[in-house]
């Protein structure tokens, strides 16, 4: 029988220590899905303000660290036998070899390349994934103070826009489900007006820029111009109200909303026929606006078009189509001769009628759902709020991409923007009612503690920046509308 020499020993000794190792290695995958598995239901169970989508992601390549680690730390025992191996074959030639600092120089190369590789793709993903998450995150070193000044009561159903007067007296308007438009006292909060000349829901109110006129969108397929003639009645002393952080909140089920007759409508004056009626659309008319001057108002309907009429003659001047699906909103430049129009079908169009023989239309495409809303504001910025749960606001002169993206938990509904101290407030469908600025940092979130602020959806914001008492207006679903002081910090505004 054949003498094995030394060295052949050696040589077999060390392949089936490797093939050891080798189904160690097999055994350490085959259990990998399940301490996956272990270590995520453990993450479950603690509180974490991460998406799951985001911890998910995290958890893989966190477990992919663990993974590559785990084999280089396999093989590097596996260097260590072969060096202890070969150290006794050269032994009897006194020859050794460093083997701490072989295997060391081997496992910092490998760990080195590795680690590199699975830092660049963690960065790359944890990029991609935070810049998902909620811009709101950003925090400021002092609070907005956001009071309750006063309620508005007396619709019958829930509100759908409100918008203040821009002629002196300075009254507010309300556009109501239960077909009424309302003219409010700012002060007092008594009813001055009631229009009733539609008979479907009315879904906006503008006021004319110079007159006492009023311009409603209704469900009746029209629009209607309606003038008023108000006198303020003499102001009351207003009960105070406790001023609120825009963080503190309690909960309130359905059953706390006022009452629809709480303050009455029925003893105000009534307007029943408009002077005015626009009629040349074939669906809902969601919103109506008056181009800059005046002489002309502009429609959006759930027939996928936008009209634009001339108001002393009410004949259409054009009808603006291209959108796919139903419009949702419309709104004009306060200076210049451009429209801009938001629709379900995720865009949002500019129209532009400063030159009166091209009619240019820009389409801007940055949202993943219904447009509800979009608004000019200073400059040439229009911003934008979507069902998908963002607000972007754009430079009309790069529409390729956002410059700022407010991101949030619920549904935005229509948007307002405060000019002179550029914030723009965001009334949602989970009744919250948010104030950012224009490069995305929040400012303030309105109360809902102490029984105050909305109790169901809140549909639609107004700012007026000149009135001394209510600074903003807010109004939903749950028949009332808001009067609201927002007194924001020089500090704030700087930032």
Same mark, same amino acid.
């Given at each position: ?23 160690? $290695?097999?055994?350490? /995958?085959?259990?990998? @899905? ?19 989508s985001v911890r998910n992601t995290l958890l893989e390549l966190f477990g992919q ?9 396999? #093989? ?5 036998? #072969? ?33 590199? @590789? ?30 309750? =000044?006063?309620?508005? +009561?007396?619709?019958?159903?829930? $509100?759908? *826009? ?28 008594k009813c001055l007006v009631k229009y009733v000349g539609h008979v479907g829901s =009315? ?11 009023? +311009? ?25 109200? /406790? ?7 309690? #909960? ?10 709480? *303050? ?6 009534t307007v029943r026929v408009p002077l005015t009626s626009l009629k040349s659309h ?28 001339? =108001?002393?003659?009410?004949? +259409? ?9 139903? +419009? ?26 400063? !030159?009166?023989? %091209? ?35 754009? !430079?009309?002169?790069? &529409? ?20 002179? @101290? ?15 600025? &224009? ?47 927002? /007194? %924001?910090?020089?500090?704030?505004? #700087?930032?």
């Open positions: 029988m054949p003498i094995e020499s030394g060295s052949c020993a050696a040589a077999r000794q060390a392949k089936q220590k490797r093939k050891s190792h080798s189904l160690s $290695i097999r055994r350490t /995958n085959s259990s990998e @899905q399940e301490r996956a598995g272990l270590q995520r239901d453990m993450l479950e169970g603690q509180d974490s303000k991460l998406p799951s660290i663990e993974r590559e680690f785990e084999n280089l730390y396999i #093989e590097n025992l596996e260097l260590r036998r #072969e060096i202890e191996t070969l150290n006794e074959r050269l032994a009897a030639e006194g020859q050794t070899i460093d083997g701490a600092e072989l295997s060391k120089g081997q496992l910092k190369t490998k760990a080195s390349h590795s680690t590199s @590789q699975l830092s660049q793709k963690l960065k790359t993903t944890y990029k991609a994934s935070t810049s998902k998450i909620v811009s709101s995150f950003k925090t400021t070193t002092s609070r907005a103070i956001c009071q309750l =000044v006063k309620e508005y +009561l007396g619709h019958r159903d829930g $509100i759908w *826009d409100v918008s203040v007067a821009k002629t002196q007296p300075v009254v507010l308007g309300t556009a109501s489900a239960d077909h009424t438009a309302l003219l409010w006292s700012i002060e007092t909060g =009315v879904n906006s109110i503008k006021f004319h820029p110079t007159e006492q006129v009023a +311009l409603t969108a209704s469900g009746d397929q029209t629009a209607h111009i309606w003038r008023y003639i108000v006198q303020l009645p003499t102001p009351q002393p207003t009960a105070d109200c /406790n001023q609120m952080s825009g963080e503190d909140e309690i #909960e309130f089920s359905d059953k706390d909303e006022p009452d629809g007759d709480g *303050d009455g409508s029925s003893d105000c004056p074939q669906g809902v008319v969601i919103a109506a606006d008056w181009l800059v001057g005046g002489k002309q108002a502009v429609t959006a309907s759930w027939d996928r078009t936008a009209n634009l009429y001339d =108001v002393e003659t009410s004949e +259409l001047v054009h009808s603006l189509t291209g959108h796919d699906q139903e +419009l949702t909103h419309c709104c004009t430049h306060p200076t210049q001769r451009l429209v801009v129009t938001s629709s379900r079908d995720t865009t949002f169009r500019l129209w532009d009628f400063r !030159d009166p023989s %091209i009619h240019s239309v820009n389409v801007f495409q940055g949202h993943t759902d219904t447009v509800t809303s979009a608004v000019f504001t200073v400059g040439d910025n229009v911003v934008s709020g979507s069902d998908d749960r963002t607000v972007k606001v754009w !430079d009309l002169k790069n &529409m390729r991409s956002p410059i700022a993206t407010i991101r949030t938990d619920s549904a935005v509904n229509r948007i307002n923007v405060c000019v002179g @101290q550029r914030i723009i407030a965001l009334p949602h469908d989970n009744r919250q009612v948010r104030l950012f600025d &224009m490069s995305g940092v929040r400012l303030a979130r309105l109360p809902r503690s102490n029984r105050q602020g909305h109790r169901r959806m809140v549909c639609c914001s107004a700012w007026s920046e000149d009135h001394p008492i209510c600074n903003l207006f807010t109004c939903g679903f749950d028949r009332q509308a808001i009067g609201w002081n927002i /007194n %924001i910090p020089a500090l704030l505004q #700087e930032k």
